[in-house]
Nanobody, 130 residues
Framework: QVHVVESGGGLVQAGGSLTLSCSASGFTFASAAMGWFRQAPGKEREGVICINWLSESTYYLDSVKGRFTISRDNAKNTLTLLMESLKPEDTAIYYC???????????????????????WGQGTQVTISS
């Protein structure tokens, strides 16, 4: 059974930092592409950043470059998102998503599209006050 669980959200003042964590089980984490998405009120879910099995990261939002850092610990099946210099426009529900490697492929790439991810967490609320 697959489990994807985010934690670490909360209320922070603008300019502050937050670290989100995602704990996963039930699939081969080490070979999966792992992504963070977010959904602000009244907006569609959007891809933020992804990390592949080689720990190479891909940003999907220019607005978070230089402020957000993604990392993974394959020994602990954990994904982390360090968010710094937070802005009110970062307020959203943040979701962890997993894209496991299909057995017939050597690897799986990151994707900005939510439909490419098989497993999702329940989301964690991040609120940035001005």
């Amino acid at each position: 059974q697959v489990h994807v669980v985010e934690s670490g959200g909360g209320l922070v003042q603008a300019g502050g930092s937050l670290t989100l964590s995602c704990s996963a089980s039930g699939f081969t984490f080490a070979s999966a592409a792992m992504g963070w998405f977010r959904q602000a009120p009244g907006k569609e879910r959007e891809g933020v950043i992804c990390i592949n099995w080689l720990s190479e990261s891909t940003y999907y939002l220019d607005s978070v470059k230089g402020r957000f850092t993604i990392s993974r610990d394959n020994a602990k099946n954990t994904l982390t998102l360090l968010m710094e210099s937070l802005k009110p426009e970062d307020t959203a529900i943040y979701y962890c998503a997993a894209r496991p490697r299909p057995p017939i492929y050597q690897s799986v790439a990151c994707s900005r599209y939510s439909s490419d991810y098989n497993y999702w967490g329940q989301g964690t609320q991040v609120t940035i006050s001005s």
